[in-house]
């Protein structure tokens, strides 16, 4: 009996110490679990960190956030033409020293032939920098820390006088369709100032007869804005004309190609250039635009009006299109000068000095 019980004790005693011992053993394992964990975590943490955002990954998403902009596809064009430009000679990478580097060095390299050579890449540049400071991806613009600038343009399509616009006019082929699609288009861009990419996009049922005008939707304006071209009565009823004499089965095009297309900006600059050539009067349709800013303005238009039907956001780039000349200004000057409502006073003084 006494046996028995003694065998019982032991046994307690051996498990006691041995649950204690597994105890210990476990606490250690977690303490130490703790610890590797701990270190995995750092190491996972350190793995996961994001490498920085190189140069070409950062165009990438601009890009793709003008296209959810729904920005024109000729715009997304330029873009992508002009950062693959620059990122071709770049160091890919938006360290600012390196970006900074970068920056200089291909607005150095374009060549000071013109304006507009320097002004596109330079506007598309700058705004691709304004855009990843925004997005913290760079500390500052090298644009503006430099303080670079568009340059000048003054222009260089001048209006071209009323009577060679005559005789021009005069020199189309009414007779063929693209002649008289050519003259209809000459009296529209007189009549509104539209740019003639604008108009190629234009349909038929953008021209509202009721109204006598074109809309320009915002997904065709150049701006992005909506607004409204107005026709003169005898150049809607030129329009109106010339809508019947396009084939049924032609796609809905306001005006088609001869084969009833979409007509491209190109195909229409290479037909005024066959024109030219033939009357020997060279006239190009951005040409129409600018005599319209001109001659709305010598009609008696204000700058203000003029800015609104052009499609302008700014003033001053309505002022490039505007060539007046000296004898128009003279004119203007003597109708309105301000001298002229002291003109009693000016008289009381010369029989005072007789």
């Given at each position: 009996m006494f046996g028995i019980l003694s065998f019982y004790i032991e046994l307690v005693v051996f498990l006691c110490f041995s649950s204690l011992g597994f105890s210990l053993k476990i606490a250690r394992n977690t303490r130490l679990g703790e610890r590797v964990c701990s270190l995995e975590d750092t190491m996972r943490m350190v793995k996961m960190?994001?490498?920085p955002m190189d140069l070409e990954t950062a165009m990438q998403k601009f890009l793709l956030v003008k296209e959810s902009q729904h920005t024109g596809e000729e715009t997304m064009k330029d873009y992508r033409n002009c950062l693959a430009r620059f990122l071709a000679d770049s160091h890919n990478s938006l360290d600012y020293p390196l970006l900074e580097s970068d920056v200089l060095t291909f607005f150095a390299a374009i060549p000071d032939t013109s304006p507009a050579r320097y002004n596109k890449p330079f506007q598309t540049i700058n705004a691709f920098l304004n855009w990843a400071l925004e997005q913290e991806l760079i500390g500052k613009n090298p644009i503006k820390v430099h303080k670079l600038h568009k340059r000048r343009d003054d222009g260089n399509i001048k209006p071209l006088p009323v009577d060679k616009l005559q005789a021009f006019l005069a020199s189309l082929n009414k007779s063929t369709y693209t002649g008289l699609r050519d003259y209809v288009i000459c009296m529209v861009m007189l009549d509104t100032g539209i740019r003639p990419k604008e108009l190629l996009a234009l349909r038929d049922s953008d021209y509202h007869s009721h109204d006598k005008c074109l809309v320009v939707s915002k997904l065709t304006a150049k701006t992005r804005t909506r607004r409204i071209a107005y026709l003169n009565k005898s150049v809607a009823f030129l329009l109106e004309s010339f809508l019947p004499q396009k084939p049924e089965d032609w796609e809905d095009w306001l005006f088609p190609s001869y084969e009833g297309q979409k007509l491209s900006v190109s195909q229409l600059d290479k037909s005024f250039a066959h024109h030219s050539e033939d009357c020997g009067i060279k006239l190009t349709p951005y040409q129409l635009r600018h005599s319209f800013a001109t001659l709305f303005l010598k009609n008696g238009g204000d700058l203000f009006s003029l800015q609104h039907l052009m499609g302008h956001s700014d003033?001053?780039?309505?002022?490039?299109?505007?060539?007046?000349?000296?004898?128009?200004?003279?004119k203007q000057h003597d109708s309105f000068s301000p001298a002229k409502l002291i003109s009693t006073g000016s008289s009381r003084l010369r029989r005072v000095c007789q």
């Open positions: 960190k994001p490498k003033l001053r780039m309505t002022k490039r299109y505007v060539d007046l000349d000296e004898e128009h200004i003279a």
